[in-house]
């Protein structure tokens, strides 16, 4: 069983950054793909990023969604069992539950079916 435990949310005005951790129990975290979903108010949880296995020192393959692409980055230190998530250029609709997810394959993935534990979220709010 993988435990995640998601920190760093807030409340930020438009323009401003935060940085999310996500602290991982897994063994061999370095082996398995990693993401960030989040949810606004109101809708259906969304891809956000993903990181695949570690293939080197600071080499992971990673992925954005269109809406964060060039604001978001995903990182990984498996040293620490933590992958983070860097978003800056912060907007409202931005705004949501943030969930880390932990894959059960190395590979980065844009789909929450591939991803086995979840952690609780935390919330990210962005204002005008």
Not at 9 to 21: D, F, I
Not at 52 to 72: C, E, L, M, Q
């Amino acid at each position: 069983q993988v435990h995640l435990v998601e920190s760093g949310g807030g409340l930020v005005q438009a323009g401003g950054s935060l940085r999310l951790s996500c602290a991982a129990s897994r063994r061999t975290f370095s082996y398995y793909a990693m993401g960030w979903f989040r949810q606004p108010p109101g809708k259906d949880r969304e891809f956000v990023a993903t990181i695949g296995r570690t293939i080197g020192p600071n080499n992971s393959n990673t992925v954005y969604a269109d809406s964060v692409k060039g604001r978001f980055i995903i990182s990984r230190d498996d040293a620490r069992n933590t992958v983070y998530l860097q978003m800056d250029s912060l907007k409202p609709e931005d705004s949501g539950v943030y969930y880390c997810a932990a894959a059960g394959t190395p590979w980065a993935s844009t789909r929450s079916s591939d991803y086995d534990y979840w952690g609780q979220g935390t919330q990210v709010t962005i204002s005008s």
